[in-house]
């Protein structure tokens, strides 16, 4: 079993920053991917960047070139560093992983609470 924990959202101001970070802890071999969603008021949940374990990144259109996604493998730590904030990023946000938890297991896939995001003057 494995455990996700998201800290770092908040309220801050349009073109503020925010970073979110994420610990997975329990029974893991090793983390695949790791990925930060958001589930604005009224959508669906979204991603909005992934992580690889071989350094590979993808971003949603609407964040490219303001909000990176990083990791620290050895502590199995994912982070997202938000900046030029937006309204229309007001969001829960959730980690996502997923988690070999041993060798030659199965990829299982993994949530954390979600960490809400509140962007206003």
């Known amino acids: 079993q494995v455990q996700e924990v998201e800290s770092g959202g908040g309220l801050v101001q349009p073109g503020g920053s925010l970073r979110l970070s994420c610990s997975a802890s329990g029974t893991i071999f090793t983390i695949v991917t790791m990925a930060w969603y958001r589930q604005r008021p009224r959508n669906q949940r979204e991603l909005v960047a992934a992580?690889?374990?071989?350094?590979?990144?993808n971003y949603a259109n609407s964040v490219k070139d303001r909000f990176t996604i990083s990791r620290d493998n050895a502590m199995n730590t994912a982070y997202l560093q938000m900046n030029s904030l937006k309204p229309e990023d007001t969001a829960v946000y959730y980690c996502?992983?997923?988690?070999?938890?041993?060798?030659?297991?199965?990829?299982?896939?993994?949530w954390g609470p979600g960490t809400q995001v509140t962007i206003s003057s």
């Open positions: 992580s690889t374990s071989a350094g590979s990144t």
């Open positions: 996502h992983a997923d988690v070999v938890e041993r060798r030659g297991g199965p990829q299982l896939r993994y």
